[in-house]
């Protein structure tokens, strides 16, 4: 078993910018592929980012390449996700995700879930 805690959501003005972390304890945390989605009212769940287990592969959805990065550091069993000039369309909650093997886009994939942390962005 994987658990996952998210912090670092918060309210923030259209142009600006979050750091969200996500804590990783339980089974050897660079044996995985982590991933961020996040999922907007009434909308389905989407993936955003995602990071091999040695962090050498990125994959990132249209909607916010060049805007946010996924960073890991699995001495520390942390992966981040610096978001810069936020939209108020990137309002959503945002889910770390965990799986073992290659990184992936599809939420089908990812095996362990944290609980989300809200991001909202006011316009």
């Known amino acids: 078993q994987v658990q996952l805690v998210e912090s670092g959501g918060g309210l923030v003005q259209a142009g600006g910018s979050l750091r969200l972390s996500c804590a990783a304890s339980?089974?050897?945390?660079?044996?995985?592929?982590m991933g961020w989605f996040r999922q907007a009212p009434g909308k389905e769940r989407e993936f955003v980012a995602g990071?091999?287990?040695?962090?050498?592969?990125?994959l990132y959805a249209d909607s916010v390449k060049g805007r946010f990065t996924i960073l890991r550091d699995n001495a520390k069993n942390t992966v981040s996700h610096q978001m810069n000039s936020l939209q108020p369309e990137d309002t959503a909650v945002y889910y770390c995700?965990?799986?073992?093997?290659?990184?992936?886009?599809?939420?089908?994939?990812?095996?362990?879930w944290g609980q989300g942390t809200q991001v909202t962005v006011s316009s």
């Open positions: 995700a965990a799986r073992s093997g290659s990184v992936q886009r599809g939420r089908v994939w990812y095996d362990y």
């Open positions: 339980g089974r050897t945390f660079s044996n995985f592929a």
């Open positions: 990071l091999s287990w040695s962090g050498g592969a990125t």
